[in-house]
């Protein structure tokens, strides 16, 4: 009886993860251009399954999530890579922190406080994140003057990457981090029955 409601459970967990994974996948490929940013940083919610993976299975199953997403979209990648490289850093963080608090404290606060650190820890690491790998990797296809007078076109007073990080990639990560904890505050309860295979 124990094996086959363990079974029952390993399937279930499979089979919501494969789903979650799919569901992040597509959303990677409908990026949304932002205004007054830089066009090489765009929008996308592909790390909103990711977070509900991590709140519906563990902050593990999370970070799975984000890592099978990026090796599938390594077929399409236009970044070398790199790009792949820095959503996983990125989504794996948001959802490892948010899901390990939400396994501590298993309410609709707990999730949302969750989120909420989650979101504060990406926007954290995309600084080092982008300083230290993802720019000077793009530094070879474009000069990192060029990249700065991106940003010095939206801001002329911008006079360092380090300054355009801080004042663009982390206020945009932040947000992007806050808009998936909205709408997984939003849809995860309808979806628990669906992931977990039972109602609350």
Do not use: W
């Amino acid at each position: 009886m124990k094996n086959t409601k363990t079974k029952k459970v390993n399937t279930r967990l499979i089979a919501g993860c494969g789903m979650l994974t799919a569901a992040a996948v597509v959303l990677q490929y409908l990026e949304i251009p932002i205004p007054f940013i830089p066009s090489f940083i765009k929008l996308d919610f592909s790390d909103l399954p990711e977070l509900i993976g991590a709140f519906a299975y563990g902050p593990l199953a999370g970070v799975v999530i984000a890592l099978v997403k990026n090796i599938i979209h390594l077929a399409v990648s236009q970044s070398g890579y790199i790009g792949e490289l820095s959503n996983f850093i990125l989504g794996a963080v948001f959802a490892g922190v948010a899901g390990l608090i939400y396994k501590k404290y298993r309410t609709m606060k707990g999730a949302l406080v969750g989120g909420i650190v989650g979101a504060l820890a990406m926007a954290a690491i995309s600084f080092p994140s982008n300083l230290y790998i993802v720019y000077p990797f793009y530094y070879n296809f474009m000069p990192k003057e060029v990249v700065l007078e991106a940003y010095q076109a939206i801001v002329p007073s911008m006079k360092s990457i380090e300054q355009s990080l801080l004042i663009f990639n982390i206020p945009f990560t932040f947000i992007k981090g806050i808009l998936c904890v909205v709408i997984s505050m939003l849809i995860y309860k309808p979806l628990r029955p669906l992931l977990k295979g039972k109602t609350e």
